[in-house]
């Protein structure tokens, strides 16, 4: 299990719902998805994805997602899931759940295209259109990354505790110290706000897709720069740096926002997800190891 309070869903419950409420795909082929934290994943022959939510926060959430999926795909310069509708609880799964198109490409993985220009610049341009969005006024969403750095020693400090055994943790909480004080930003900009590889899809050294969009809305500009810690060596960042016009105050942010995900990706995750812990590490890595924002 993932999470102490998880909801499991099997294969033949997941067919049966689909199969009562969805009949056009009767006869598809269903089968689980590796890789969802907050969801358990089944293809539906070539055509969809069942999306089932592991616990009753993330079905709440199911229909303002759909709303910020469909206003992600209208901006995102690559391909990403759009809603198909809405399932009911039913066959011993007690929560609602989601149809959404599927989009074809291979996960990324964190070390994978590390030094790949060609990805780092695909990331570039996705991270700039997402920018390009207008934030219709709408204010940070008061929960999560992308916000106030300080709102967020309550978790680190649980990180940092939790974090003993398996990491050095000194140097990690000099760091954070020293991040907690940036200064905020000046502005708001749309991000999609979970740029992981599991949520990037490729085909050779290119970007093709985007999942997990349901989070899209007003953060600060920075929050979506953790794709280049969570994917790149020195030179791919560069290149993001540089391509977007980022200043230091920004560059640094981005840093920080992917340093407080990573943290709390190894702990969490050590017993249940090696993908997670792996990525946790790799990123913390880059950070650490960075001239710039290693020594903040």
């Given amino acids: 299990m993932l999470h102490e309070d998880e909801t499991r869903v099997s294969a ?5 719902l689909i199969d009562a ?14 890789g969802g934290t907050d969801n358990a994943l089944f293809r539906i022959g070539r055509r969809a994805t069942a999306r089932f939510p592991l616990r009753a926060e993330g079905a709440e959430a199911l229909g303002r997602e759909a709303e910020a999926k469909e206003e992600l795909a209208a901006h995102c310069p690559v391909a990403t899931p759009r809603p198909l509708g ?20 291979a996960m990324a993985t964190p070390e994978g295209l590390g030094s790949s220009a060609a990805f780092a610049g695909d990331l570039a341009a996705l991270i700039g259109a997402l920018r390009r969005a207008e934030t219709k006024g709408r204010p940070f969403a008061a929960q999560g990354r ?30 954070w110290q020293a991040f907690r004080v940036l200064a905020p930003p000046t502005r708001l900009a749309m991000c999609h706000k979970d740029l992981i590889p599991a949520n990037l899809l490729v085909e ?40 977007l016009g980022c200043d230091e105050a920004e560059w640094r942010r981005g840093a920080v926002w992917a340093f407080q995900q990573a943290l709390g990706l ?15 590490r790799s990123t913390l890595r880059r950070i650490m190891s960075d001239e710039e924002v290693g020594a903040a």
């Fill in 12 to 16: 033949g419950a997941a067919r049966a």
């Fill in 21 to 34: 409420q969805f009949p056009d795909f009767r006869g598809e082929e269903v089968a689980a998805l590796g």
């Fill in 86 to 105: 809405f399932g009911e609880p039913g066959g011993g799964h007690p929560l609602p759940w989601a149809l959404e198109s599927w989009v074809e490409g």
């Fill in 146 to 175: 992308g916000g106030t750095l300080m709102e967020h020693d309550a978790w680190m400090a649980t990180c940092l505790q939790r974090s003993g055994g398996l990491l050095d943790i000194p140097p990690l909480r000099r760091l």
């Fill in 204 to 243: 050779g050294e290119r970007l093709v897709g985007v999942l997990d969009g349901g989070g899209f809305g007003p953060a600060d500009p920075a929050l979506d720069l953790v794709a280049a810690w969570h994917h790149l060596e020195a030179e791919g960042r560069a290149l993001i740096r540089t391509r």
């Fill in 266 to 280: 190894v702990w969490y995750y050590e017993k249940s997800h090696p993908g997670m812990v792996a990525l946790g």
